[in-house]
């Protein structure tokens, strides 16, 4: 599957951002989907999962209650709402797919990777 991250933007502190993951290839409804993020000198760590239907999803901690994950099989999109962003929300965003049926927290899970967009968050 190939996957195209879109959304990212300049921010203040506190405001919101949307960032879509568009899918292409196999059907969309069979693959886990995440999103992770990477900051300059760190690794990339987990944000957001979910199952092929949308009925499980998994957050990192720092973003519980600020980020919502979603998709729409139709459309063959995930979504990342993000919202109350923060300076640490700054960050490469990618969105991810994995052929595996659990919804799981590790990049090397992940079989397919988009491309990533830049989140900047202004203080």
């Known amino acids: 599957v190939q996957l195209q991250a879109s959304g990212g933007g300049l921010v203040q502190a506190g405001g919101s951002l949307r960032l879509s993951c568009a899918a292409s290839?196999?059907?969309?409804?069979?693959?886990?989907m995440g999103w992770f993020r990477q900051a300059p000198g760190k690794e990339r760590e987990f944000v957001a999962a979910i199952s092929y239907y949308g009925g499980r999803t998994k957050y990192a901690d720092s973003v519980k209650g600020r980020f919502t994950i979603s998709r729409d099989n139709a459309k063959n999109t995930v979504y990342l709402q993000m919202n109350s962003l923060k300076p640490e929300d700054a960050a490469v965003y990618y969105c991810a797919a994995d052929e595996g049926a659990i919804v799981t927290t590790a990049p090397s899970t992940y079989d397919s990777w988009g491309q990533g967009t830049l989140v900047t968050v202004s203080s």
């Open positions: 290839g196999r059907t969309f409804s069979s693959y886990v």
